[in-house]
């Protein structure tokens, strides 16, 4: 598909849903329960209006941040999906290329269908993270943090809201279209295909710690010598236990409103978590960023990077890592424009008094 001539994300959702067989399409856009939380994500960022600073010299603007001591070329980064196969036939492999072609970081998920080594070798030089599931045995747990640090990776992601696995379709089907392969899992011991879904469902029950605690995020940070990054927080109180147990980074998040139905939009719960953090831990955003003022608008409430995930896959469905590539390009140049616009030449100018929530007009 010719997707040079798509120039938003609107557009790129649009050819990815065309592309993708309806199964796949189910497990990439469904959100949790009616969708509220998946729809607040969208609309909150529309609630807040930006305050320009203009005649400010903006000819030159660099948009290159640091995060974890890694220096990326945009604050903007892909969040953990998974099963990327489902979408394009070079998985995960083609994701991490797209995101390491545009000197930005990419976070593995522990549901990627290629190894973790594989998408390593794939995009040698690109900034990765790895999620890390929790699960019942902990030497598991520790085999892979090991994994992950051979082969390269700078962060261990954590995700805080997933209690109780499910298979995030709109119906489970008995038999699936394709045989998922989960190489982090170690479904090394089960041939790809042998297991149908229902099996798959079971064996990750037994092999998953479905609720797991503050004890075993202690657990796995006394356990790797990688930055850990807490993803799912949305309240502050847990944003202080967070920064209590030494972790280097919390992103706020609600799983795409995928996990809790109900719960707040994270842009709006931002600025909250940013004052408990006070600075102990930096501090990012996923859920619902689909323009460059969104980022901006993020960055000027306190997050230091934002991660997205739907995105990504729209654009590896649409074109392999190019469409990624497109992606990301698409929204770097937007949140270049915007900063111009609003008076920004570089990140740390994006400061929170450029950002006015609506109710402030009421
Ligand atoms: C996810 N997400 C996710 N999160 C995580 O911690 N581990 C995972 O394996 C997955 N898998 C996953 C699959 C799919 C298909 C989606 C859409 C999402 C959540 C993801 O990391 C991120 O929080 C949200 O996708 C961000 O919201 P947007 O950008 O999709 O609106």
């Not at 140049?333 to 009421?362: F, W």
Request: proline residues 5%; aromatic residues 8%.
């Amino acid at each position: 598909m010719a997707t040079t001539t798509l120039t938003t994300l609107a557009e790129f959702e649009k050819a990815a849903r065309q592309k993708t067989s309806e199964f796949a399409w189910s497990y990439v856009s469904r959100p949790g329960k009616d969708g509220q939380t998946h729809t607040d994500n969208r609309q909150a960022f529309k609630r807040y209006r930006l305050i320009p600073r203009n005649l400010r010299d903006v000819y030159i603007r660099d948009t290159s941040v640091t995060i974890l001591g890694t220096k990326l070329d945009f604050p903007i980064a892909i969040a953990p999906t998974a099963t990327h196969r489902l979408l394009h036939p070079d998985a995960e492999s083609a994701t991490a290329r797209g995101a390491a072609s545009m000197n930005t970081a990419m976070v593995l998920s522990s549901w990627s269908e290629h190894s973790l080594e594989k998408v390593a070798a794939a995009a040698p030089r690109g900034v990765r993270w790895f999620y890390l599931l929790f699960y019942r045995d902990r030497g598991r747990m520790k085999r892979l943090l090991v994994r992950a640090e051979r082969a390269g990776y700078t962060a261990i992601v954590l995700t805080a809201d997933q209690p109780f696995f499910t298979f995030s379709f709109r119906k489970v089907p008995s038999t699936l279209p394709m045989p998922l392969w989960f190489p982090n899992i170690y479904l090394e011991d089960v041939p790809p295909g042998a297991l149908g879904s229902l099996e798959l469902a079971d064996y990750f029950k037994k092999t998953i710690k479905e609720a797991a605690t503050w004890e075993d995020v202690e657990w796995v940070r006394k356990n790797t010598r990688l930055p850990v990054v807490l993803k799912g927080i949305l309240s502050v109180e847990d944003a202080k236990m967070a920064v209590r147990l030494g972790i280097d980074a919390v992103l706020v998040s609600n799983h795409g409103g995928r996990q809790l139905d109900g719960g707040p939009a994270t842009i709006d719960v931002l600025t909250n978590i940013v004052r408990a953090v006070g600075g102990e831990a930096e501090v990012y955003l996923d859920g619902g960023v689909r323009t460059g003022t969104d980022v901006l608008k993020a960055l000027a409430l306190g997050a230091r990077c934002v991660f997205i995930g739907r995105p990504a896959l729209w654009g590896l469905a649409c074109n392999g890592a190019e469409g990624v590539q497109q992606v990301l390009q698409i929204l770097k140049d937007e949140l270049n424009l915007t900063m111009a616009r609003s008076g920004c030449a570089k990140i740390s100018d994006i400061q929170p008094s450029l950002v006015v929530h609506e109710s402030y007009y009421l």
